[in-house]
């Protein structure tokens, strides 16, 4: 178990509908990366929070927002979802830092429907 | 930028056996490298990683890796497959401008057969 905890387990929504994940980083953690991933696919990068501000951000449109509290948790926020969007959402807590490791969650399994 | 590439999709052997799983860097600078592990709807959990110290890394359940750079290549290693190491394995390197922000090889599902 690595302390990283996200909410729900599974998640079925309609296309078009919005969808909010939940994330709370492993304790001392001060940053909070989303990853997609697709069926059958390494994970993408979607952005990184820092101190609750957005720290880089991948390929993924506006659609796909976040947000980081005071005590480090996230959440991802997707609006209009489409039946692309269906994966696996993972989070990842790490100190900010070129070489430590990231601590990933056991993901929120999104179906689109 | 940096990028890797996982030369093997899937990958099958006997319990007993070594395991070898390749792995390919793409990098303008050393690059920070990792192996995380995957089992069926599971998060994925850190092996190893390589920051510039030892070549040689040694991770959990008996899993190393070599950094030769010469090569580009961190291939993952087991002397002895074991039944339980059936998973799907990321290659791993972090982008540019750090902040741990990960770019990940397509994967290698790993077969271990009695």
């Known amino acids: 178990e690595t302390g990283v905890t996200q909410s729900p387990t599974h998640l079925i929504k309609t296309r078009g509908q919005q969808v909010t994940l939940r994330c709370s980083s492993q304790s001392g953690h001060n940053t909070v990366s989303w990853y997609q991933q697709a069926l059958g696919q390494g994970p993408q990068f979607i952005f990184q929070y820092y101190r609750e501000e957005e720290n880089g951000r991948g390929n993924f449109p506006p659609r796909f927002s976040g947000l980081q509290f005071p005590n480090y948790s996230s959440e991802l926020n997707v609006n209009a979802l489409e039946l692309d969007d269906s994966a696996l959402y993972l989070c990842a807590s790490s100190l900010v830092s070129m070489n430590t490791e990231a601590f990933f969650g056991q993901g929120t399994r999104l179906t689109v429907v | ?114």
């Open chain 2, 1 to 114: 930028a940096q990028s890797v590439t996982q030369l093997d999709s899937h990958v099958s052997v006997s319990e007993g056996t070594p395991v070898l799983l390749r792995c390919n860097y793409s990098s303008s600078y050393s690059p920070s490298l990792f192996w995380y592990v995957q089992h069926p709807n599971k998060g994925l959990q850190l092996l190893l990683k390589y920051t510039s110290a030892a070549t040689l890394v040694k991770g959990i359940n008996g899993f190393e890796a070599e950094f030769k750079k010469s090569e580009t290549s961190f291939h993952l290693t087991k002397p002895s497959a074991h039944m339980s190491d059936a998973a799907e394995y990321f290659c791993v390197v972090i982008l540019t401008g750090g902040g741990n922000k990960l770019t990940f090889g397509t994967g290698t599902q790993l077969k271990v057969e009695l």
